[in-house]
């Protein structure tokens, strides 16, 4: 330990230096003894006086061993006094001394010989009470020690922020040795740190008088420039004896290993709330490619600069996907399914677009990913490397010049197979991945895999159900007698929203035309194959000729005996001989009617109930007749048209009887104008409509005629 000499008082004139009362010598009180060469005492000081009792007058003149020493010691005194005057020697030790109380106290001694200009000899004793030395040694040699030995660096400074005192525990830590600190200022001695908070710091101690405790801080010394170390440092004001302010006293702690442990705390709890995050973000929706996003977009908030999701494309196929353990192909196929960055960068363009297929041989990394059902880890990328991560040269360029220096690839694993691959691309965070990198990467990519392979299911059923529906539906319309025909079937925005809802124009005898639309409540492949069903028995009661009430009737009979099926429908019969509809609902949203010149208007007709509901006991329905003149037009729809989740029923109704206004608009046109209009693009709904127009049919003159057609003879048994 160092210590630079700095806390001096102002100096007097010609250099004399007065010092303060309560020094160390005050402290001790040493006393000052003078023996003439016959052992009286010649000179007697003030201390001596409060050391021994006597005063100057009682003393002076009188032997020193009879006064000072208990009898038994005067022959041990006088021949160390002997030594000390004849041999010209010097003694030092701690002896019992009388004092004038008649006590005895323990005295530490330095003794020696003093000649005056005439050669007298003079013994000179200098003393102080043995108790108050030895306590202020032990003081002394404990801070000594203290400073020397403590593990925690210690400073002084002075008024003027310049080192008077360090420890070598201080010179450990900044890695400079004392001499390089004492008498230099804090930006002077120790640049690498933080000097401003330092000074400022230190400056509030010595102004306040408060100290600052545990202040925190993080740098590089000379001592390990490569690694980052943390201090923690305290600051305390130091005052005199009279309370005058000296100097600020700075102890320091290392607390690296404790700093470290907190980061790797924080980064594992970091971590698992990633991972936490992803149990709730990623998989959202059924839908495949909002899935691949979410995954994308949350590797970026905390992993990643850029972050891809690439399928393969034999996955989306509905192709048995790539084995987790197998060889690995000669080339792989994959769609880009999303892409995402923590800011702008070229390292997007340089991907590929989200949507567009890709073939990759075996040599680059995404197809070593999946052919292996490993993660794939280049810590450092070099130029050669960006070769077997990029699509191609000039992305390779981009990457280059966007400083992406890490990369890393990890498999899409779920239930045994390999879908895809999740790619992240560090530049500006300059941390290469590591192996916790993988881990976490590797734990988002199982959970997201799952959700991942579970959308691409669903929407394959949604395919499958999508298709079966549209099979089973008419592909064009009918020539039905006395009717112009339009249709339009539309499927839900999202995959969940297909459904069951169907229509159809059914040819009978006599020309005759049935019209039907349905709704099976349900969505996926079990309503389609329901609404197949229904749609198949309302064919056959059609061609019996059957009533609509009737139909409805063994239409609920049927829906009844199929597993919790319940359905809507609307049946109606056309008859060209008399212009006249015959019309039965089954809990159903009723038609609407446009008679020539007239605004629409929705028919009040008994709304029955829905088809299955009755039970096998059946239902009753009820027909109603409308006649139609040539220009009526007669609108069958869906809910999923007019039903949405923030506007009322009623006004829906409303908007779509204003919308069929137009007399003059064509079927077809007037569907579309329906469907632009009221439908919404997130429609979660499908739906079914027929608009029939009635056109002039010589059958009808026929039916004005004398003999006319046969009469309707009511509906079949």
């Known amino acids: ?48 006086h409060d050391l021994f009792g006597w005063s100057a007058k009682e003393a ?52 020696m010989r003093l000649l005056d200009e005439h050669g007298g000899v003079y013994a000179l004793g200098i003393a102080c009470d043995e108790a108050v030395l030895r306590g202020v040694e032990r003081d002394l040699a404990l801070s000594v020690r203290l400073v020397a030995q403590s593990p925690l660096g210690l400073a002084v400074l002075d008024t003027d922020l310049r080192y008077v005192l360090v420890n070598p525990a201080l010179e450990r830590i900044h890695g400079l040795p004392a001499e390089q600190h004492l008498g230099r200022t804090v930006r002077e001695a120790v640049p690498f740190l933080d000097t401003d908070v330092l000074e400022a710091s230190m400056r509030q101690v010595l102004e306040t008088g408060a100290p600052l405790l545990d202040q925190f801080a993080t740098g590089h010394s000379p001592a390990d420039p490569d690694q980052e170390h943390a201090w923690s440092r305290s600051y305390y004001r130091l005052e005199d004896s009279r309370e005058r302010v000296i100097g600020v006293a700075m102890s320091v702690v290392d607390v690296t290993d404790r700093h470290l442990a907190a980061a790797e705390a924080a980064q594992a709890r970091r971590r698992l709330d990633l991972i936490a995050r992803a149990s709730v973000t990623v998989g ?5 490619e909002s899935t691949a996003r979410e995954l994308a977009d949350l590797v970026v908030a905390e992993l990643a600069d850029v972050a891809t999701v690439d399928v393969l494309e034999s996955v989306l196929e509905g192709s048995a996907a790539t084995p987790e353990r197998g060889p690995a192909p000669e080339q792989a196929l994959f769609r880009a399914l999303a892409i995402a960055a923590a800011y702008e960068t070229d390292v997007v363009r340089a991907a590929d677009p989200v949507g567009e297929r890709a073939t990759y041989p075996v040599d680059r990394m995404v197809t070593r990913c999946v052919g292996t059902g490993r993660p794939v880890l280049v810590a450092h990328v070099t130029r050669p490397d960006l070769a077997y991560i990029a699509r191609d040269e000039a992305a390779a360029k981009v990457l280059a010049e966007e ?61 499958t159900a999508l298709t079966l529906q549209r099979h089973l539906l008419p592909h064009a319309p009918p020539r039905a007698a006395g009717l112009q025909i339009a249709y339009r079937y539309q499927p839900a925005a999202a995959a969940s929203g297909i459904g069951g809802d169907w229509f159809d124009a059914i040819p009978q005898t006599k020309n005759r035309t049935a019209l039907v639309v349905g709704d099976v409540m349900g969505h996926g492949v079990h309503a389609a194959a329901t609404m197949g069903q229904l749609r198949t028995a309302t064919r056959t009661l059609a061609g019996l000729g059957l009533d609509p009430a009737r139909v409805l009737h063994h239409l609920d009979h049927i829906t009844a005996e199929l597993d919790q099926t319940i359905a809507t429908c609307v049946y109606v019969t056309w008859d060209p001989h008399r212009s006249r509809c015959r019309v039965a609902l089954a809990g159903h949203l ?82 579309d104008r329906l469907l632009t209009a009221l439908r919404h693009p997130d429609a979660a709904d499908d739906v079914a409509l027929v608009l029939a127009r009635v056109r002039h049919h010589p059958l009808a003159d026929a039916a004005d005629s004398p003999t006319g057609p046969p009469p309707d003879r009511g509906p079949a048994a």
């Open 284 to 288: 959202t929706t059924l839908d495949l």
């Open 403 to 463: 400083g992406v220096h890490s990369y890393l690839a990890v498999p899409l694993i779920a239930r045994g197979q390999v879908l895809g691959v999740l790619g992240l691309v560090r530049a500006r965070n300059p941390l290469p991945f590591d192996h916790d990198d993988v881990t976490l990467a590797g734990e988002l990519a199982v959970r997201a895999a799952i959700a991942i392979d579970n959308a691409r299911w669903y929407q394959h059923a949604a395919d």
């Open 60 to 111: 002076l003149g009188r032997y020193a061993a009879k006064l000072l020493v208990a009898e038994e010691y005067v022959e041990l005194v006088l021949d160390l006094f002997a030594k000390v005057m004849i041999g010209g020697g010097a003694w030092a030790g701690v002896f019992p001394v009388r004092h004038k109380d008649g006590s005895t106290k323990l005295v530490e001694f330095r003794n």
């Open 1 to 48: 330990m160092v210590a630079y000499e700095a806390f001096r008082s102002e100096p007097g004139p010609v250099g004399v230096v007065p010092s303060e009362p309560g020094g160390l010598l005050d402290v001790l009180s040493v006393a000052a003894v003078v023996l003439d060469a016959e052992g009286r005492i010649a000179l007697w000081s003030p201390q001596a």
């Open 590 to 671: 009723p038609p609407v009617v446009i008679h020539s010149g007239q605004p629409p208007v929705l028919l009040d007709l008994p709304a029955g109930v829905p088809l299955g509901a009755g039970g096998l006991g059946g239902a009753e329905f009820e027909t109603t007749v409308l006649d139609l003149s040539p220009g009526d037009r007669l609108v069958l729809y869906t809910d999923g048209l007019v039903e949405t989740r923030d506007e009322s029923l009623d006004d829906r109704l409303d908007l779509l009887l204003s919308l069929l206004s137009d007399p003059g608009l064509p079927p077809e046109a007037t569907c």
